[in-house]
Every structure is written in structure tokens, then in C-alpha cells.
Nanobody, 124 residues
Framework: QVQLVESGGGSVQAGGSLRLSCAGS????????MGWFRQAPGKEREFVAA????????YNADSVKGRFTISRDNAKNTMYLQMNSLKPEDTAVYYC?????????????????WGQGTQVTVSS
């Protein structure tokens, strides 16, 4: 079992930055690829970024390329999402998720473990 807890969300002005953290429990954390998803009001949950089990491969949605960076520190059982140049369109609940394999995926159905979500609000 893998338990995930997000933190770091909050309210910022457009152009600001936030760093989300996802703390995982379980000795198998470092074996799993992980990802970030977000869901805005009235919209479906969408892919944001993914990272392979060792962190060598990363993937980003086109909407966040050049602004968001996903990373992980397996020694700390933690994954991060550095969000820069935030836009009002980035406002959403952000979810941390983990697969049960080491291969990264960009589709929601490829993930089996989910955190509770953390709210990010970007004002203009």
C-alpha cells in the first residue's frame, strides 16, 4: 500500500510561484512512477506531469511546459511540482498519484494511488 499526502497549495497572484509536495509512505515508493493531475471546477481531471521511478524520464502537459517542473527525491519519499509563472487558468485542485510500476504514464487510468488533493488558486 502507498499513501500519498499533498501539501503546498494556496492562493497566489498571477505570475507567482508555488511548490507542491507529495509525501509518500511505504517502502515501495521509490519503485513507482508518479504524476500530478488537476481538476478545475466544471472540468474533467487532467494530466499535468509525470515522472518515472528513478526520475530520469519526465513528461509535461503542453499547457504547463516551460512553467512547471516535476521532480522526486526517493530518499525522502517525496515528489514535487514547482509551479512558476502561474496563470488564473492553473486554478484547480491538484492531485498526487502513483502507479504500481516504474513506467511513467500520462493517462489518469494508469494510476492506482491518489492523494486527497490540494487547492491552488491563482488570482488575476
Amino acid at each position: 500500500q502507498v499513501q500519498l499526502v499533498e501539501s503546498g497549495g494556496g492562493s497566489v497572484q498571477a505570475g507567482g510561484s508555488l511548490r507542491l509536495s507529495c509525501a509518500g509512505s511505504g517502502r515501495t515508493f521509490s519503485n513507482y512512477a508518479m504524476g500530478w493531475f488537476r481538476q478545475a471546477p466544471g472540468k474533467e481531471r487532467e494530466f499535468v506531469a509525470a515522472i518515472s521511478w528513478r526520475g530520469a524520464a519526465t513528461y509535461n502537459a503542453d499547457s504547463v511546459k516551460g512553467r512547471f517542473t516535476i521532480s522526486r527525491d526517493n530518499a525522502k519519499n517525496t515528489m514535487y511540482l514547482q509551479m512558476n509563472s502561474l496563470k488564473p487558468e492553473d486554478t484547480a485542485v491538484y492531485y498526487c498519484a502513483a502507479r504500481d510500476t516504474g513506467l511513467a504514464a500520462t493517462v489518469l487510468n494508469g494510476y492506482f494511488y491518489w492523494g486527497q488533493g490540494t487547492q491552488v488558486t491563482v488570482s488575476s
